[in-house]
């Protein structure tokens, strides 16, 4: 199969799931038995005018095509949709202003996480079966194993409660965010803890997997060639095993890295107070902001599938393999 | 068996043999084997053992939870407790004290003793001990219950597909798409936001919406995919291989087929899911119920409890602390026993939390 076909069709496929998922979100919010979906989307003591209002708005009292295609109208196409929680916030241009943080912060965290996990895959590849390797993927088992908010919370702790007027803490700024324009230092400063706890995890996964590759293909044939060459060991590692592992993590990294922007740095986001899309998100779930809601879950759902779609073209352009599917 | 020739050739071994010429149907007992070998791999896995021990200690104390607020506490957990009182040193203290500074007050700390408030008081004045077993309980029944939801859909989902192939498979598949394309948490958000709110009425069927059954239905739903889609690929490679060609061969119906050839293998990757999945549940159902969206009170699971002390972070951390550990060691006992199990049935497997 050509390249431009296998980009052709993967395309197809990507504008098929946003139409499959915007489908489900238009389902859970405006088919889902139970209560009256514009009194939903009025939050909590609205007057029946607003209802009223809604429902003409949304067209409630028309069949479910022509519902979802309104609603599809307003969040994509408009972008007009308003809040009724915050009245007259217009939701889509709300989005577009919280996403710099939401970048920032897994921008940072995904460097943070890549650079260590190396080092644990490497590391503990290099000194398979040893002490090393057993502390290692101990540790990382732990870093998979503990929630993110409660590691947030620790950490909160520790640097803005117990140890926050020693040397060690006394530089943590204040919980919340600083635009990098204005004060790049500050910015830094108050995401460096954000950033070490979203990446532990990434931390674990990955060097975990990054150790199996490395074990695997250390077994290959072009291993024992670079060997027969007498190339030092960890020139073997690096160069060749590390090298040839590492396909399988930027697959993962595209993954994970769409998730974490779509809605994945939700709970970082809300324990150390940063402004993003995921705390936006937190905030309408408590004031019933339905219409904010509908708009963060379409837009980031669009953003994980078009960043799972360019993963696998990057992929198929890099890897001529895959293209036989 | 002390001898040198009893550890090469083991008594069970020996039996094993016995057995596989004498049993009637050869493959039966050569399947039997694969189970008695991977448990017996497991049991020599040491920190797989202590895992779980750790998760039965869990488990009982968790069960035994009305037992210590009867009898240790003395109190009922789920009753604010504002203005009584607790004997600290032979001295009657305010469970809830006016702060040093003068402005609101502070739950009682831990007293450290076995008795009541051993970890202290939450802001409402209750035992944060005898929650703690009591939140396991809904923790632990949350994680397990939507892990057997998962697993029941994406057996069913993934043989369906993966075994009779064409339209079915289409459907399946194009729905696992969208599904494991949507960002968890954010699905997850979407329907409780819309389920937690206003509960839910099919017919005659009536779910409130502090009914536990929402949670576990919805952390059953979101990862679903994630198990789905690996035993669909497996059921496929299934389906072309000798031995299923050999049975079609033989005459033999799809449903004889499905249960003797395909679920026996499929049986190991689902032992292998099932702990790890249960990780991943009891985690996300913490997140939830930290977002407020998960466990509904008067319910309690170690996630509201970590919620409940967040405002008391500074002044008694022990509140959010304590349910977090419970946490962690769960989830890490559950890990390594899914690593064990995984090392045991399937070396080759390749199988992360992902």
């Known amino acids: 199969m050509s390249l431009g076909f296998t980009i052709v069709k993967r395309l197809a ?33 609205a007057s029946p005018q607003t209802v009223a209002l809604i429902r003409k708005e949304f067209g409630l009292d028309k069949p479910l095509p022509v519902q979802y295609l309104r609603m599809m109208d307003r969040l994509v196409i408009r972008r007009d949709l308003t809040s009724y929680v915050n009245l007259g916030e217009k939701v889509v241009p709300t989005i577009f202003r919280a996403a710099p943080v939401t970048l920032s912060l897994v921008f940072g965290a995904a460097v ?57 803490f006394s530089w943590v700024p204040p919980l919340g965010y600083v635009p990098l324009h204005r004060d790049p230092a500050l910015w830094f400063k108050s995401l460096v803890l954000p950033w070490f706890t979203l990446a532990l995890a990434f931390i674990g996964i990955y060097g975990r997997v990054l150790r199996a590759n490395i074990v695997e293909a250390m077994q290959e044939d072009y291993i024992r060639l670079a060997r027969a060459k007498g190339l030092p060991e960890a020139q073997v590692l690096i160069r060749h095993a590390l090298r040839c592992s590492m396909i399988a993590i930027f697959t993962l990294f595209g993954l994970d890295f769409g998730a974490l922007v779509g809605g994945g740095a939700l709970l970082t986001e809300v324990v150390f107070g940063l402004p ?50 | 068996m002390a001898s040198e020739i009893g550890a090469a050739i083991s008594d069970q071994d020996y039996a094993r043999v016995l057995d596989a010429w004498t049993a009637p149907e050869l493959p039966a007992s050569a399947a039997q084997g694969y189970w008695h070998a991977a448990l017996a791999k497991v049991r020599r896995n040491r920190a797989a053992m202590v895992a779980v021990v750790a998760l039965f200690l869990f488990l009982t104390s968790c069960v035994m939870a009305p037992l210590y607020a009867h009898l240790v506490a003395h109190i009922n957990p789920f009753k604010s407790n504002l203005d009584g009182t ?69 057996v069913l989902l993934g043989i369906a597909a993966g075994f009779y192939g064409g339209i079915i498979n289409r459907v399946i598949s194009v729905m696992l798409d969208i599904l494991w394309a949507f960002p968890i948490y954010l699905l997850a958000i979407s329907l409780s936001i819309i389920l937690i709110n206003s509960g839910i009425r099919i017919g005659p069927l009536v779910v409130h919406s502090d009914d536990l059954i929402l949670p576990i239905a919805i952390i059953g739903i979101i990862y679903v995919p994630y198990v789905a889609r690996p035993i669909r690929a497996q059921v496929m490679t299934l389906r072309r291989s000798d031995f299923v060609m050999a049975s079609i061969c033989l005459g033999a119906s799809d449903l004889r087929i499905l249960r003797r050839e395909i679920l026996p293998n499929v049986a190991s990757t689902l032992i292998v899911f099932t702990p790890i999945m249960m990780a991943l549940n009891i985690i996300t159902e913490a997140s939830l119920s930290f977002l407020g969206i998960g466990v509904q009170p008067p319910s309690a699971s170690w996630g509201t409890i970590i919620r409940d002390g967040e405002h008391l972070l500074y002044t008694r951390p022990l509140v959010s602390i304590a349910p977090g550990l419970a946490i962690v060691i769960t989830v890490v006992a559950l890990n390594i026993l899914g690593d064990a199990l995984r090392d045991a049935l399937d070396p080759r497997a390749k199988l992360t939390l992902h």
């Open chain 1, 112 to 168: 943070i996480w890549i650079v260590f996990s190396i080092l644990v895959g490497v590391l503990a590849a290099a000194f398979k079966d040893r002490t090393l390797d057993r502390l290692l993927m101990i540790l990382s088992l732990i870093g998979i194993s503990i929630p993110v908010f409660w590691l947030g919370e620790v950490v909160n702790l520790v640097s803005q409660g117990l140890l926050h007027n020693t040397w060690l």
């Open chain 1, 276 to 325: 993003g899309v995921g705390y936006l998100t937190y905030q309408a779930l408590t004031n019933l902001d339905l219409p904010m809601i509908m708009a963060t879950v379409t837009y980031a759902s669009f953003f994980v599938v078009s960043a799972n779609a360019m993963v696998d073209i990057l992929y198929s352009v890099f890897d001529p393999r895959v293209r036989n599917d």
């Open chain 1, 13 to 45: 496929h990507m504008v098929f799931v946003m139409f499959g998922i915007s489908v489900l979100v238009f389902l859970i919010f405006f088919a889902t038995p139970g209560a009256d979906p514009a009194a939903r989307i009025a939050g909590r003591n």
């Open chain 2, 86 to 154: 607790v004997l600290i040193g032979g001295k009657q203290v305010p469970v809830m004290q006016s702060a040093s500074n003068g402005l609101g007050v502070t739950p009682v700390g831990p007293t450290w003793r076995f008795g009541p408030y051993m970890l202290g008081a939450d802001g409402q004045g209750r035992d944060v001990a005898a929650r703690l077993l009591y939140g396991g309980r809904v923790s632990l029944l949350v994680g397990a219950a939507s892990t057997v939801i998962c697993l029941s859909f994406a």
